[in-house]
C-alpha cells in the first residue's frame, strides 16, 4: 500500500502488517497517523490485510447501485476515523470483486463482516449505525 506524506508529498510503501500503525516517512521522518479511512480492497490487498492484520478488521461489503449502500458509507468511514489504530476499515466492491462476496456467503448488501486473525468473528446485512460497528470491532478487540 502506498501512503503519501502530507508534510513533503513523499510516496511511502507501507506494509500491510504496519497499515493501522503510525509510520514515519521516509524521507522527512514526519509521523503518518494510522490510516483512518475506508480502504478500498482488491483480493490481493483484502488477502494481504487478513494475513497481517493485528487489530480486527470491518468488511463493507457494497456496490455503486446500491443505495443502502450509498446510506451505510457515511456511518463506515465514522467507524474508520473513531478506530484508526484500533481495527481496520476495508470496503469491497462485489460488482468488481464477486469472489471475495462469496468467499463470506454475501447474498445481500450492504453486508459487514468482521474478522479478527484472518477468521469471521460477526456478520450481518444492512444499514446500521457507526456506533454498532464499532461495538462489533471492540467486541472482537479491537483496544
Not at 493501522?20 to 480502504?39: D, F, M, Q, V
Not at 463482516?113 to 460477526?122: A, I, N, R
Amino acid at each position: 500500500m502506498i501512503r503519501t506524506c502530507a508534510a513533503c508529498g513523499q510516496k511511502n510503501r507501507v506494509r500491510p502488517e504496519n497499515i493501522s500503525n503510525t509510520i514515519r516517512c521516509g524521507k522527512c521522518k514526519t509521523p503518518l497517523p494510522p490510516i483512518a479511512e475506508p480502504i478500498e480492497a482488491d483480493g490481493p490487498l483484502f488477502d494481504d490485510v487478513l494475513k497481517s492484520a493485528k487489530v480486527p478488521v470491518l468488511v463493507d461489503f457494497w456496490a455503486a447501485w446500491c443505495g443502502p449502500c450509498g446510506m451505510a458509507a457515511p456511518e463506515v468511514a465514522r467507524v474508520a476515523q473513531t478506530m484508526a489504530g484500533r481495527a481496520l476499515v476495508l470496503k469491497v466492491d462485489t460488482e468488481s470483486h464477486p469472489d471475495l462476496a462469496a468467499r463470506y456467503g454475501v447474498q445481500g448488501i450492504p453486508n459487514f463482516v468482521v474478522l479478527k486473525d484472518g477468521l469471521p468473528v460477526f456478520q450481518q446485512a444492512g444499514v446500521v449505525p457507526a456506533a454498532e460497528m464499532t461495538k462489533w470491532l471492540e467486541t472482537a478487540g479491537a483496544r
